[in-house]
């Protein structure tokens, strides 16, 4: 498998100043390559991963345009999985350079950013944030692509006061990473799960301690209420049943696409969420669960996502599979739900576990 991962789908042009390059290498297909980080406004940056050749896209050019500090214009990328874009001259990607008077920010322009600024405004691109961390969840794994990955999810405040739900992927950042301690994270991205906005790590994210003179007022702005769960205890399992669908496999996106018969024999689709084509072939087939429970003589119908029902029945050691997931769910016994306002669960725990 190819270490790009491209969706040969072409995105808006990205214009800025080149921030930092990384080191040349050398891919599992024999092609060189390597990294450039553009900083797309005095608060923002993106990853632009760049196939190398030996005239204007070598790392030497792009030294010079580093130290040059002239805006330059990035046509034709491809998006990645990882969140990078991708520039190969060959699929007519280019680079050209472009007037600073076109520029609203120079390169020694720096602001921070902050929750607040997030949830007004959530930015294209990468950005850094200073502030401390709540666990709502403990580690669990998740595989991404067939491969397993650790995370952790929680809630991130800063010097703004508000909130938001953050997932930390890989052990070695989220590890470091104590309660009523500060720390900066950079190279954060914003996400969206079941159409929540939140923040998560990238592949260059780093995690710092630091020491911040403001303190935090967790009561001050609560989580909005699309975060908050509720959770009931112990209720009786009456219903469940499984919802097969397609999803999109953009890894930032992953929500359900609708094929219709003309578009099975189409060899592409248009996501309807990201706009990004994608695939047939690569669209992910996953599944939902309805959930009936009953409690103190009042009945909701919940919906719970594979992965949630996954991490539930893994960590009891049951059978894969959703027939087997719908066999198990009706014989729930003991078992606490948490949900949110739109009736999504987020966990289901064994009540002993919580005593």
């Known amino acids: 498998m190819s270490i790009f991962n491209i969706t040969f789908a072409f995105i808006d042009v990205i ?9 040349e ?3 599992i297909n024999n092609k060189a390559y390597f990294d450039v980080s553009i900083k797309t406004s005095p608060r923002c940056n993106a990853k632009v991963r760049v196939m190398s050749n030996k005239d204007d896209y070598s790392h030497e050019k792009f030294n010079e345009h580093y130290k040059a500090r002239s805006p330059l214009r990035f046509n034709n990328l491809s998006p990645m999985k990882s969140g990078k874009r991708f520039l190969n001259p060959s699929f007519g990607g280019n680079v050209a350079t472009t007037s ?3 520029m609203s920010f ?8 902050t929750v607040a600024d997030v949830i007004l405004a959530p930015p294209d691109g990468r950005f850094t944030i200073t502030g401390q961390v709540r666990w709502t969840e403990y580690p669990k794994q998740k595989n991404v692509y067939g491969y397993p990955r650790k995370l952790r999810e929680g809630l991130i405040i800063d010097k703004s006061n508000h909130q938001l739900p953050i997932t930390i992927w ?6 470091v990473i104590e309660e009523g301690k500060s720390y900066q994270m950079t190279e954060l991205v914003v996400s969206y799960f079941h159409n929540i906005l939140r923040l998560a790590s990238s592949g260059d994210t780093k995690i710092s301690g630091v020491e911040v003179k403001n303190s935090f007022n967790w009561d ?5 209420d699309s975060t908050r769960a509720t959770r009931i205890c112990c209720p009786s399992v009456i219903g469940a049943k499984v919802h097969e669908y397609s999803a999109c496999p953009i890894i930032s996106c992953r929500k359900k696409i609708v094929i219709v018969s003309d578009d099975k024999e189409k060899p592409r689709v248009t996501c309807p969420h990201c706009r990004q084509q994608v695939s047939t072939k690569r669209l992910t087939l996953t599944s939902c669960f309805e959930i009936v429970i009953e409690s103190n003589s009042r009945q909701l119908h919940l919906t719970a996502f594979h992965d949630c029902v996954k991490t539930y029945f893994k960590a009891n050691g049951e059978g894969v599979g959703n027939d087997q997931y719908v066999n198990a769910i009706l014989e729930m016994e003991n078992v606490d739900f ?12 064994d009540h002993e576990d919580l005593v």
């Open 170 to 175: 890989n052990e070695e950042l989220f590890g």
């Open 15 to 23: 214009i800025g100043y080149i921030d930092n390059i990384m080191e």
């Open 100 to 102: 600073a008077e076109e």
């Open 338 to 349: 948490s949900f949110d306002k739109k009736k999504i669960i987020t966990r289901m725990v």
């Open 106 to 113: 120079s390169p020694d322009d720096i602001q921070e950013i």
């Open 220 to 224: 001050q702005h609560p989580t909005e």
């Open 25 to 27: 290498k050398i891919s």
